[in-house]
């Protein structure tokens, strides 16, 4: 079978193997359609701490080739989307039932080989059934929507409440739009028009334009924000950009009482003023992977198809997967996920 091996830094290199044998425990998974992410990029940069060379590829889904005897009931033609992450089960986190923050954490396709390939093994507890009516290559987008879902989880919503998203893309989209479905009026802000497009697509019932440079929120933005929370501020504040002065616009608007989530990773510093914590009593909370919610990232994307279709901007073959990832680091054209096609999505 062939596969691509990030090798070195910006280097894929396509070679044929053998095909894994089916082992006990695990399952056999023709891979139809894997998507790619900020951290896809990061790795075939090699600025990541797995490092190379390893096969990429953790947002993905496929068909079930083979399969032994399974709880779970999975047959051999089962379509499924996996569950990348790999914990311990016996560090401090996972005995508290946190795993998505293992201490001793693996990622299928960043910290071990991935799905850039045409068949994989995988563990059987890993696979996802997909629902009926969602395609194969919208699946694929399940571990974000897990990861936004977390983040939004973090937060503790409320029907009725109001939230402030920041950031548009894959992942302040889909907390959008899981927000929209809990009953959570959503305000968002980007520094993209089309994005803001899209996240009026996605639920939001106001979106702010940011001005690099510019003080944010301005005159108008602000009286817009004081009428959606009646001049107290949102309730809840998701910040998903990894930009520094995004976490200290969220800490500074929050209202009293409010709950800010930092989902965007970035190992930049934030300046936040210290007293603003204490004197609102803000809750500032951090959200990473997911509590196995990719089942639920499966039926939010099944619910809203049309989003989720938007959400994919590019399409590539398995075979220019260098092309794809120059287009992630050029952004030379706006770019929300880039869907691979894998020849068994054609097979």
């Known amino acids: 079978m062939l596969i691509a091996r990030t090798v070195a830094r910006e280097t894929i290199r396509y070679e044929d193997v053998p095909e894994p044998v089916l082992e006990a425990g695990h399952a056999l998974v023709r891979v139809h359609n894997v998507t790619l992410c900020g951290t896809d990029l990061h790795i075939w940069e090699d600025d990541y701490p797995a ?7 953790h947002e993905f889904s496929g068909t079930v080739v083979a399969i032994g005897h399974n709880d779970a009931g999975i047959r051999a033609g089962d379509r499924v ?6 914990y311990c ?5 996972c005995r508290l ?23 994989l093994s995988v563990p059987v507890a890993k696979l996802c059934p997909v629902p009926d009516g969602l395609e194969l290559d919208l699946a ?3 571990e974000p929507a897990s990861i936004a879902m977390q983040a939004v ?8 409440e109001t939230a402030l998203v920041l950031g548009s893309g894959p992942i302040g989209l889909l907390a959008t739009l899981y927000l929209t479905d809990l009953g959570v ?29 510019a003080e944010f929120p301005g005159a108008d933005q602000a009286l817009r924000l004081d009428a959606l929370t009646e001049s107290s501020g949102p309730d809840l504040v998701i910040e998903a950009t990894g930009v520094p002065s995004s976490l200290e616009n969220a800490v500074r608007l929050v209202a009293s009482a409010g709950r800010v989530v930092q989902v965007g990773i970035s190992a930049r510093t934030a300046s936040v003023p210290m007293n603003a914590i204490p004197f609102k009593e803000i809750d500032l909370l951090g959200s990473r992977n997911s509590l196995n919610l990719i089942p639920a990232g499966l039926e939010l994307l099944a619910r809203h198809r049309d989003q989720a279709r938007a959400l994919m901007t590019h399409r590539f073959r398995f075979e220019d997967l260098h092309q794809a990832f120059e287009l992630m680091r050029s952004r030379t054209e706006p770019v929300g996920k880039i869907v691979v096609d894998m020849p068994g999505a054609t097979a």
């Open 51 to 57: 490092g190379l060379p390893v096969i990429q590829g």
């Open 81 to 86: 989307a996996v569950s990348p992450m790999i």
């Open 89 to 93: 089960g016996q560090c401090r986190p």
């Open 97 to 119: 039932g946190r795993f998505n923050v293992c201490e001793n954490i693996g990622c299928i396709g960043c910290y071990s080989d991935g799905a850039l390939v045409e068949l």
């Open 140 to 142: 694929a987008m399940a």
């Open 153 to 160: 989880n973090r937060g503790r919503p409320v029907s009725g």
């Open 185 to 213: 009026r959503v305000a968002c802000a980007d520094t993209e028009p089309g994005r803001l497009e899209l996240a009026t697509a996605f639920g939001a019932v106001d979106t702010l334009l940011v001005s690099p440079g």
